[in-house]
Protein backbone atom coordinates (compact mmCIF):
# COMPACT_ATOMS: atom_id res chain seq x y z
CA UNK A 1 0.00 0.00 0.00
CA UNK A 2 2.84 2.49 1.08
CA UNK A 3 4.49 1.79 -2.93
CA UNK A 4 0.92 2.59 -4.13
CA UNK A 5 0.72 5.99 -2.21
CA UNK A 6 3.82 6.87 -3.40
CA UNK A 7 3.00 6.05 -7.11
CA UNK A 8 0.13 8.04 -7.10
CA UNK A 9 1.62 10.92 -5.00
CA UNK A 10 4.21 10.91 -7.89
CA UNK A 11 1.45 11.48 -10.48
CA UNK A 12 -0.32 13.86 -8.86
CA UNK A 13 2.65 15.89 -9.01
CA UNK A 14 3.26 15.44 -12.21
CA UNK A 15 -0.50 16.61 -13.09
CA UNK A 16 0.00 19.27 -11.13
CA UNK A 17 3.47 20.18 -12.81
CA UNK A 18 1.90 19.93 -16.52
CA UNK A 19 -1.52 22.04 -15.13
CA UNK A 20 0.96 24.72 -14.05
CA UNK A 21 2.62 24.60 -17.20
CA UNK A 22 -0.61 24.72 -18.97
CA UNK A 23 -1.76 27.67 -17.10
CA UNK A 24 1.76 29.65 -18.10
CA UNK A 25 0.88 28.94 -21.80
CA UNK A 26 -2.81 30.28 -21.82
CA UNK A 27 -1.24 33.35 -19.63
CA UNK A 28 1.43 33.79 -23.08
CA UNK A 29 -0.74 33.32 -25.58
CA UNK A 30 -3.60 35.60 -24.04
CA UNK A 31 -0.51 38.27 -23.81
CA UNK A 32 0.19 37.55 -26.93
CA UNK A 33 -3.15 38.28 -28.23
CA UNK A 34 -3.26 41.56 -26.65
CA UNK A 35 0.02 42.45 -28.27
CA UNK A 36 -1.38 41.53 -31.76
CA UNK A 37 -3.98 43.62 -31.15
CA UNK A 38 -2.21 46.27 -30.03
CA UNK A 39 0.00 46.02 -33.18
CA UNK A 40 -3.14 45.92 -35.41
CA UNK A 41 -4.49 49.09 -33.63
CA UNK A 42 -1.03 50.73 -34.03
CA UNK A 43 -0.86 50.09 -37.45
CA UNK A 44 -4.50 51.10 -38.57
CA UNK A 45 -3.65 54.29 -37.12
CA UNK A 46 -0.58 54.80 -38.87
CA UNK A 47 -2.61 54.12 -42.33
CA UNK A 48 -5.24 56.68 -41.25
CA UNK A 49 -2.43 59.03 -40.82
CA UNK A 50 -0.46 58.38 -43.31
CA UNK A 51 -3.93 58.97 -45.79
CA UNK A 52 -4.35 62.19 -43.89
CA UNK A 53 -0.67 64.00 -44.83
Known amino acids: SGRLCQALRGRV ?13 KQQ ?13 TEKEQRSLSEIE
Open 29 to 41: AAELDDLRRVKED
Open 13 to 25: NELEAELAEQTHL
